[in-house]
């Protein structure tokens, strides 16, 4: 069983940054691949980032070059270091775990969810 809380969510102006954890429970953080995910009211759930090693990074094409995912195993810790902020970023930001090494963008693969972030950007 792996528990998960994110933080870090808040208002923030167009172009403006926010980062992003999510805290782990259990011993096993290394063992799960883990992704970033949002959600806009009235829309479905989408991939936003996944790692599973420093090497292995994923990104929806939206956020390249403006967000960057890292975790930290020695903490049960995973980052989403957002930039440039758009409006179009609103939404409630979630991370998942998945056992195993496999990144997926499809949120239906992910054993474990957190209780979301808001992330609201001003224009």
């Known amino acids: 069983q792996v528990q998960l809380v994110e933080s870090g969510g808040g208002l923030v102006q167009t172009g403006g940054s926010l980062r992003l954890s999510c805290v782990a429970s259990?011993?096993?953080?290394?063992?799960?691949?883990m992704g970033w995910f949002r959600q806009a009211p009235g829309k479905e759930r989408e991939f936003v980032a996944g790692?599973?090693?420093?090497?292995?990074?994923y990104y929806a094409e939206s956020v390249k070059g403006r967000f960057a995912i890292a975790r930290d195993n020695a903490k049960n810790t995973v980052y989403l270091q957002m930039n440039s902020l758009k409006p179009e970023d609103t939404a409630v930001y979630y991370c998942?775990?998945?056992?195993?090494?496999?990144?997926?963008?499809?949120?239906?693969?992910?054993?474990?969810w957190g209780q979301g972030t808001q992330v609201t950007v001003s224009s």
């Open positions: 998942a775990a998945a056992l195993g090494s496999l990144v997926y963008s499809d949120y239906r693969r992910y054993d474990y």
């Open positions: 259990g011993r096993t953080f290394s063992s799960y691949a």
């Open positions: 790692i599973w090693r420093s090497d292995s990074t």
